[in-house]
């Protein structure tokens, strides 16, 4: 309470580190989420339960567990290229050797 003038002060909402491990299962055939799965099992056995739920948060993060909109599914490989398509929507330099892109 604000003691000089009798106001209560504004709640403070603290996150949960816990909140949303919702235990989701990995996707068949995704060598990415089973690994994240084993590392959550392994994990919660030894105690460790703020790994676990980043283990979590990362199988729920996996763009194979995302709708996809447009019918192109995302790249799912671990080039670090994740939406697909390449360059800059700047129209700058794409680092694939060629200069920037005229007008287009």
Do not use: Y
Not at 12 to 30: M, N, Q, S, T, W
Not at 37 to 59: D, H, Q, Y
Not at 88 to 94: A, L, P
């Amino acid at each position: 309470m604000n003691e000089h003038r009798g106001i209560l002060d504004r709640p403070v909402h603290l996150l949960d580190p816990f909140a949303g491990d919702i235990d989701p299962a990995p996707k068949e055939g995704c060598a990415r989420c089973v690994a994240e799965g084993e590392r959550r099992t392994g994990a919660r056995a030894a105690g460790l339960v703020f790994v676990a739920v980043e283990a979590s948060r990362e199988i729920r993060r996996h763009p194979r567990h995302w709708p996809v909109m447009s019918g192109n599914p995302q790249d799912d490989s671990d080039s670090g290229n994740k939406h697909g398509g390449g360059g800059s929507d700047e129209g700058g330099n794409t680092n694939d050797g060629q200069g920037p892109a005229e007008g287009r």
